[in-house]
């Protein structure tokens, strides 16, 4: 799935890092931590904050000699609100997130809340229902999502028989997506929340 946003800035590496940095304005990465969380080479990292630092997107840190400079994002950058709303799309790249998850399981509902609705303190982000998901291969779809988007995601999945249990007796894990604002993107369950 391609982003028209990977056409317009030249390529997903550097979308993914801007994201990453935007995303954690307050955190600082090594050149391998960002390399990780963006699911890009050290290469691209080198090049891409090379050309960051050049602009003064990002500032450097080079606190401990042995883990090598950290760069964070820069919050005197003279565009930096224009880029966050440009890239700090997650409401509408939620709508994505069954096409990446789908393969873990037979998925039966998800849905969004914290961060995908402007809520960055929210207990969660993602709320999956399915049956028969492998926990591994959700983990690591979820990984390549979160490369995509910049930023972890705070998810749980639970099987369809669990889920139903928690939404009748109450659960504080389950009330607290439902009772607050959410999105359902995908319901086979029809469970009749909107």
Not at 25 to 45: G, M
Not at 101 to 118: E, N, P
Not at 164 to 192: A, E, Q
């Given at each position: ?19 990453l ?8 990465f ?21 050309l960051?630092h050049?602009i ?6 080079s606190?401990?000699k042995?883990?090598?400079?950290r ?6 950058f003279?565009?930096?609100a ?26 039966k ?13 929210g207990?969660?982000d993602l709320?999956?229902v399915?049956?028969r ?6 983990r690591?779809l979820?990984?390549r999502?979160?490369?995509?988007l910049?930023k972890?995601?705070?998810?749980a ?6 889920f139903?249990?928690?939404?009748n ?16 993107v995908?319901d ?7």
């Amino acid at each position: 799935m391609a982003d028209p946003l990977e056409k317009l800035l030249g390529s997903s590496a550097r979308i993914k890092l801007l994201r990453l940095f935007l995303f954690n304005p307050k955190q600082f990465f090594t050149i391998p931590q960002a390399a990780s969380r963006a699911r890009v080479t050290e290469r691209t990292v080198r090049k891409e904050l090379k050309l960051f630092h050049g602009i003064r997107l990002v500032r450097r840190s080079s606190t401990r000699k042995r883990s090598g400079a950290r760069y964070g994002l820069n919050d005197d950058f003279k565009y930096l609100a224009a880029l966050q709303n440009l890239l700090l799309n997650a409401s509408s790249r939620g709508e994505y997130i069954y096409d990446y998850v789908r393969k873990a399981g037979s998925i039966k509902l998800i849905v969004l809340s914290g961060i995908f609705l402007g809520d960055w303190d929210g207990a969660l982000d993602l709320l999956i229902v399915g049956d028969r998901v492998q926990d591994h291969k959700l983990r690591t779809l979820i990984r390549r999502f979160e490369s995509d988007l910049g930023k972890e995601l705070r998810y749980a999945c639970l099987a369809s028989d669990d889920f139903f249990y928690r939404l009748n007796m109450n659960d504080k894990l389950v009330r607290d997506v439902l009772d607050y604002p959410h999105r359902i993107v995908f319901d086979k369950l029809n469970i009749g929340l909107k």
